[in-house]
C-alpha cells in the first residue's frame, strides 16, 4: 500500500488554466504538507495543516489555494496558472518523527 | 530561527570512493535531524536520523552523527555505488506534531563506475 499518494503524476496545461492536484496518506498522520521543487531541486513549503487546520502558510500566491477534507487528505488547487508555476509538487505527511513524502506531481505550464 | 545549511553540489565521485557531504543546522532547542535521499524522478525519501546529541543514524552504509558541539550532522559513506547517485536534503525538525521540517538546498551525488 502507498503511504502519501498523489495524482496526477504529470500535468501539462495552458496558462490561465485552473488545475488540482490531489494529496491521501493512509498513515493516520496529523500533519501534512505542501512543498514545490524547482527546477534545481530547492524545496520550498508552501502549506502546513493539522489535524484538517492551516498551520503554516508561507509566501505563496492566493492563486493557490489547499483545502483537506479530512485528515488524510489536503489537496491543492491553483487558479490563473502562470509559466512561473511550472515545478514539481510533493505533497508530504508527519506524525512527528519523520516526514513521508509523495512521487511528486509534475506541473507543465505552456 | 531554524535553518539547514548543506554543502553545494553537485558532487561526483568514482564508484568505491568516501563519501562526506556537509551539513550544519541552526535551531533553538534540541531538534531532530535527519537525511533525506530523493532518486531521480521520485519522491525524497528518509534515509536515517538521530534525534538527540551523539546520537548515529545509519541506514544503507551511510552514517550521520549528531554533534552538537559543532552543530552538525555530516552524512558519510565509505564505498559509494553507481546506485547511490541522487540528491541528499538534510533536514531538522522539533519532533513535535505539526512542527515543519526545515529542510537545505539539496546536495546532487553523481557515481561514475
Known amino acids: 500500500d502507498t503511504a502519501v499518494s498523489q495524482t496526477p503524476k504529470y500535468l501539462v496545461t495552458q496558462m490561465g488554466n485552473d488545475k488540482s492536484i490531489k494529496c491521501e496518506q493512509n498513515?493516520?498522520?496529523?500533519?501534512m504538507y505542501w512543498y514545490k521543487q524547482d527546477s534545481k531541486k530547492f524545496l520550498k513549503i508552501m502549506f502546513s495543516?493539522?489535524?484538517?487546520?492551516?498551520?503554516i502558510n508561507e509566501t505563496v500566491p492566493n492563486r493557490f489555494s489547499p483545502k483537506s477534507p479530512d485528515k488524510a487528505h489536503l489537496n491543492l488547487h491553483i487558479n490563473s496558472l502562470e509559466l512561473g508555476d511550472s515545478a514539481v509538487y510533493f505533497c508530504?505527511?508527519?506524525?512527528?518523527?519523520?516526514?513521508?513524502f509523495g512521487p511528486g506531481t509534475r506541473l507543465t505550464v505552456l | 530561527g531554524n535553518s539547514v545549511t548543506q554543502m553545494e553540489g553537485p558532487v561526483t565521485l568514482s564508484e568505491e570512493a568516501f563519501l562526506t557531504i556537509n551539513c550544519t543546522y541552526t535551531?533553538?532547542?534540541?531538534?531532530?535531524l535527519f537525511w533525506y535521499v530523493q532518486y531521480p524522478g521520485e519522491g525524497l525519501q528518509l534515509l536515517l536520523k538521530?534525534?538527540?546529541?551523539?546520537d548515529k543514524g545509519s541506514n544503507k552504509g551511510f552514517e550521520a552523527t549528531y554533534r552538537k558541539e559543532t552543530t552538525s550532522f555530516h552524512l558519510e559513506k565509505g564505498s559509494v555505488q553507481v546506485s547511490d547517485s541522487a540528491v541528499y536534503f538534510c533536514?531538522?525538525?522539533?519532533?513535535?506534531?505539526?512542527?515543519?521540517?526545515?529542510f537545505g538546498t539539496g546536495t546532487s551525488l553523481t557515481v561514475i563506475p
Open positions: 533536514a531538522l525538525s522539533r519532533g513535535n506534531t505539526g512542527n515543519q521540517f526545515y
Open positions: 498513515l493516520g498522520h496529523d500533519t
Open positions: 535551531a533553538t532547542g534540541y531538534p531532530s
Open positions: 508530504a505527511s508527519s506524525s512527528g518523527l519523520a516526514e513521508y
Open positions: 495543516y493539522n489535524n484538517k487546520e492551516l498551520i
Open positions: 538521530a534525534t538527540k546529541a551523539d
